[in-house]
């Protein structure tokens, strides 16, 4: 929507006129009025038909937008106010869709914008192009080789502050899609003279200024520079600064231009090595030294620039020296050798830089081709961009001078040649009445310079290669014999002395007029610079150069490679690419913009009437509307003509079977195109007015949505049709498939019901009949059961006389069986545990099976005694039988007795075998050992104890003496009589001897010990075994006991705990010893 409300065409809001084509009344003055309008309005370009105007307005405008460049996307040429966009727009599309090579032709003078035209069409290309990462990478170094090429190739000069110094002509390369693939650039002769002087006002090249501003100090010191400007011949100094320019800053972007474009980094470092080492060669100066043969012969002054340029370029020092103090030349093969003076040392040098920078100006294009150059071999649509230096008066012109402007002749000899004469030349050639336009055709002065013969060019080279003294004055004379006449060249010395009053001629002058004006050529330099001779010596010792890119600059250089023939002259070679390029143009279809400089002093807001007038003039863009008005804004042979328009006549479309002139005619008829419109050539028809074009295409346009809604309308037609028919089949299908579902479903309900119904009937009767069967199964039943009821009554009352008498019996033992039967297997599964100590017994089931189970219990008990007893060994029988023996002497008897069951019987405490100290003992005692302790031996006089060793063996008793193991006594078993103790808690025990044995002279004993039950059990067991029969052992708290003649009773009472829980003993009386039990 945005789109329909913004302009559709160029008249939309016009200020002035957009299209000089429309202007009126046509003369000069309303001309330069609407352009000035214009201009003010901030509107900088018109149109002349498809030629675009444009005047520099030397500020920026917001007219180049990424914005601007989307409204002017696939717009129509006269759709939008003029714009330079338009017309890269239309050239874009013709090549991308039409398949037609284009070239962009800029011309004007210098200042007048025309590089910076080149760029705005490159870049709104680029925007509009394909995109992608490869693509953008194409564009952006094509985009970026214009940095890099202007800060080498342009300077600023008294006409503007970026002037190229040198032609150069872009071809950049389509795929068919219309994408970018690479470029080719070509560049036209650099001014190099400007390398070693600069005209008052003016700078060298910009790269100079830019190193010495922008480099860090290391990178300054690397290349042997110094910051200061002033340090330098070749710089000019009034204007070193340019305002609004930063040399820094431009330095960082050519830099970074460089490696877009691809240059490796040893490269950009050679270059700008070759850069200082030019600016150096500037500081070297010469001093005359006297020879004998009175000659002077030129030496360096200071050889210390000398020295660090050697260094920079790796070249030996003395080979340089000595090719700026001597020339060799050789003729045959003669070689002579002759000294040089300053002025010719000066010479050499200037030239050595001018071809050093200049050769290198020409690598730098070489590489940037190198890296832009398209990578595929598939066929390429290309664009052209020719951007060349503008036409130039200076106060002094000189050789680069009459070579630019040269170069704009031919360029306006094709626009002509496009434009003017093509055109007329077509008209009169298709057979359309024309009344034809007067217009200045320049190409008398190309003839003037270009000829073969006659022209300046070969005369000077004709001069140049002239054996003799050649001098730009004998060229002049040259020039005034041949050229004399010729209307356009005007010399003091011309034959016919003509301008022989004209003070404004000088003598060593002479003057062109130029399409664009009058230039006078000052001759000085011309033969030189066309010869541009560099001495071999000085090639020579540049070849020998360590530094590769210097050495690649001079192949001549080359001893192997010494070509004694000239080189062709710079103005040759310039005229020879020019012919090329001209060639080439005119292979593609051309668009034309014209620069126009609104004023001189570089100003915005300033238009100076009669300057642009002047421009105007010169162009010949007056001459270029009155064609254009005159003739026929547009022209197509009538095929395609009539293949693109058919569609809007009912005749030609879709097909016209006659000639397609014919068809064209019908088609405007029918279109009712007024006659004056339009002419019908020979093969061509020529349309007056780009109004009726766009009629043309407005109506096809209109015809061609018509149709494409025609096109829509049947397809949708068939589409809905055939969606109908597929639907209405589909819908059958289905019906079908419904219809048949629903009668299956209805007939499988139908069906289950009468199975239900069915099956209910049968049902029903099959109840009917089972009823009826079981009843007289019931019945039949009835009669047995009454019949074996009557039987048995009748049985029964047979012989019931025989059944009374055991019955009750057989009952209940049958029943005791059964319980008995059923305890037992109920007791088989409730049985407790193997272990003599479990205590569980099943409950008793029935009251009258108690004894049973008791009895049961006890069996069982015994039973696993046994099966543990079983288990034992023979040493575990005997602890046992010892403490079963314990148990009956002592159970329930002595206190002391249940502590003793769980201690194990040991017998020998004391091992006296094992310990030394008891030898003697052990030797004493041959018998085996069966107690071996330490007891105490109650003293009978105090009560007092004392320790003893106790031996108890097969058959004697012993008490020996616990430290020297002595033996104090010892009593046959036999002679022991029996043994007391207390029933209390105590370990005291008194062996009872027999009266009159052996040993009963000192009395009884009365000892005590800690494992009193274990002790008198032994000491039974041992007595029984041996004497056969049983030790007494009397166990009462009052006893009485032999000592030697008296009879003491022993007594025991509760004692108190006072001294723990050992039993003290006391001697009461002479009858009485009390032993406190705690
Ligand atoms: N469209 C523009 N918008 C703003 N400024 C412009 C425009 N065109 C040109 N200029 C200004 O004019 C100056 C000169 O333009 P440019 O370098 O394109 O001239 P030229 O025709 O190439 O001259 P020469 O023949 O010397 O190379 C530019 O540096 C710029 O400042
Ligand atoms: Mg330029």
Request: charged share 30%.
């Amino acid at each position: 929507m945005a789109k329909m409300e913004a302009k559709t065409s160029l008249l939309d809001n016009m200020i002035g006129v957009g299209d000089m084509v429309l202007l009126e009344p046509l003369d000069e003055d309303s001309f330069i009025n609407n352009l000035k309008k214009r201009f003010d309005h901030n509107e900088v370009y018109t149109y002349i038909g498809s030629v675009v105007i444009s005047i520099n307005p030397y500020r920026s405008l917001p007219i180049y937008s990424p914005e601007k460049v989307e409204e002017y996307r696939n717009r129509n040429f006269y759709e939008l106010s003029p714009h330079i966009f338009a017309l890269s727009d239309e050239a874009y599309r013709s090549l991308r869709d039409q398949d037609k090579d284009q070239c962009i032709l800029i011309t004007g003078e210098s200042g007048a914008g025309k590089t910076e035209a080149s760029k705005l069409v490159m870049s709104y290309v680029a925007a509009v192009c394909g995109k992608g990462a490869e693509v953008n990478q194409v564009k952006e170094q094509l985009l970026q080789s214009n940095p890099v090429l202007e800060a080498f190739g342009n300077a600023k000069t008294v006409r503007n502050d970026n002037s190229s110094r040198f032609g150069k002509y872009m071809d950049i390369e389509f795929d068919f899609k219309g994408d970018p693939l690479g470029g080719v650039i070509s560049n036209y002769l650099l001014e190099k003279s400007r390398v070693v002087k600069q005209p008052r006002g003016e700078r060298n090249f910009h790269i100079f200024y830019q190193i010495l501003s922008g480099a860090s100090e290391d990178f300054l010191c690397e290349l042997k520079l110094e910051r200061d400007f002033s340090r330098y011949n070749y710089l000019g100094l009034d204007s070193a600064h340019v305002n609004g320019v930063d040399d820094a800053a431009n330095f960082r972007t050519v830099r970074n231009a460089m490696q877009i474009v691809g240059f490796m980094d040893h490269e950009t470092q050679s270059v700008f090595e070759v850069v200082a080492a030019v600016l150096k060669l500037g500081n070297i100066e010469f001093k005359p030294e006297s020879r004998v043969n009175g000659l002077d012969e030129s030496k360096i002054k200071d050889k210390n620039e000398l020295k660090e340029i050697c260094e920079l370029t790796g070249i030996d020092q003395s080979v340089l020296e000595r090719a700026f103090s001597f020339r060799t030349v050789e003729a045959k093969q003669e070689k002579v050798s002759t000294t040089l003076n300053v002025a010719q040392a000066y010479y050499a040098r200037d030239a050595l830089a001018k071809n050093l920078y200049s050769r290198l100006f020409s690598w730098l294009v070489t590489r940037i081709n190198e890296s832009i150059k398209a990578q595929t071999k598939v066929r390429k649509k290309v664009m052209g961009v020719l951007d060349i230096y503008g036409f130039e008066i200076f106060e002094d012109n000189s050789f680069e001078q009459f070579i630019i402007n040269y170069c704009n002749e031919k360029l306006q000899q094709i626009f002509i040649e496009l434009t003017l004469k093509e055109e007329q030349e077509e008209y009169i050639r298709e057979g359309i009445e024309w009344t034809h336009i007067e217009y200045f055709n320049n190409a008398i002065i190309c003839d003037l310079i270009e000829n073969n013969q006659t022209g300046i060019l070969a005369m000077l080279d004709e001069e140049c290669l002239r054996p003799g003294t050649v001098t730009d004055e004998t060229f002049l004379e040259k020039l005034n014999q041949v050229c004399a006449t010729h209307q356009h060249f005007e010399s003091r010395m011309s034959k016919c002395s003509r301008f022989l009053n004209d003070t404004s001629l000088p003598h060593s002058c002479f003057r062109i007029q130029h399409y664009a004006g009058k230039v006078m050529y000052q001759v000085e330099g011309f033969v030189d610079k066309n010869n541009d001779l560099l001495y071999r010596d000085l090639s020579q010792a540049m070849w020998k150069a360590s530094h590769s890119l210097i050495k690649a600059l001079f192949p001549e250089g080359n001893p192997a490679k010494i070509n004694l023939k000239r080189p062709p002259t710079a103005g040759s070679q310039f005229k020879a690419s020019v012919a090329t390029l001209m060639k080439n143009l005119q292979t593609k279809n051309p668009n034309y913009i014209r620069c126009i400089k609104p004023n001189d002093k570089k100003a915005a807001h300033v238009f100076n009437d009669a300057l642009v007038c002047h421009q105007i003039r010169y162009l010949g863009l007056l001459e270029n509307v009155r064609v254009r008005r005159a003739g026929y804004a547009f022209r197509q042979a009538y095929e395609p003509c009539l293949e693109r328009y058919k569609m809007l006549c009912r005749q030609t479309w879709p097909h016209w079977r006659g000639a397609a002139r014919a068809g064209v005619e019908v088609l405007f008829n029918e279109l009712e195109i007024p006659e004056e419109e339009f002419s019908f050539g020979r093969s061509k028809i020529f349309i007056r007015n780009p109004r009726t074009l766009f009629k043309l295409e407005d109506l096809r346009k209109q015809r061609l949505e018509d149709l494409a809604t025609l096109i829509e309308k049947i397809y949708r037609g068939w589409k809905c049709r055939t969606r109908f028919l597929l639907m209405k089949k589909s819908q059958i299908v289905i019906a079908s498939w419904y219809r048949r579902y629903a009668q299956q479903k209805k007939y499988q309900k139908t069906k289950s019901s009468a199975v239900t119904v069915q099956s209910y009937i049968r049902g029903w009767k099959a109840r009917k009949l089972l009823r009826e069967l079981k009843h007289q199964k019931r019945c039949n039943e009835a009669a047995t059961i009454i019949a074996a009821y009557w039987h048995g009554t009748q049985v029964r009352r047979e012989y019931r006389k025989f059944f009374r008498a055991n019955a009750g019996r057989k009952i209940y033992e049958f029943t005791l069986q059964r319980i008995m039967q059923k305890y037992f297997l109920e007791m088989k599964k409730k049985m407790p545990s193997l272990s003599p100590i479990d205590k569980n017994w099943p409950a008793r089931p029935y009251l009258f099976l108690d004894s049973t189970h008791k009895e049961l219990k006890r069996i069982f008990h015994l039973w696993r005694c046994k099966k543990y007893r079983d288990q034992f060994t023979d040493q575990q029988k005997l602890i046992y039988e010892e403490k079963l023996e314990a148990s009956e002497l002592f159970k329930d008897k002595k206190a002391l007795y249940p502590a003793s069951v769980g201690q194990p019987f040991q017998g020998a405490y004391l091992e006296i075998g094992k310990n030394p100290k008891y030898k003697k003992l052990k030797d004493a005692v041959d018998e085996k050992i069966i107690i071996a302790e330490v007891v105490n031996k109650i003293n009978r006089a105090n009560g007092k104890a004392t320790s003893r060793i106790f031996l108890l063996t097969k058959n004697n008793v012993l008490l020996a003496d616990q430290k020297s193991g002595n033996i104090k006594s010892e009593v046959p078993l036999g002679d022991v009589a029996k043994v007391s103790m207390s029933s209390q808690n105590d370990g005291f025990f008194a062996v009872h001897l027999k009266e009159g044995s052996g040993a009963a002279g000192k009395g009884d004993f009365l000892l005590s010990s800690d494992h009193l039950i274990e002790m008198a059990t032994k000491l039974y067991r041992t007595t029984l075994s041996q004497t056969k029969q049983k030790l007494n052992i009397e166990i009462a708290d009052e006893f009485l006991v032999q000592f030697r003649q008296d009879k003491v009773c022993v007594k025991f009472i509760q004692g108190s705990q006072k001294n723990g829980n050992i039993p003290t003993c006391k001697r009461k009386n002479n009858r009485l010893l009390e032993v406190a039990v705690p």
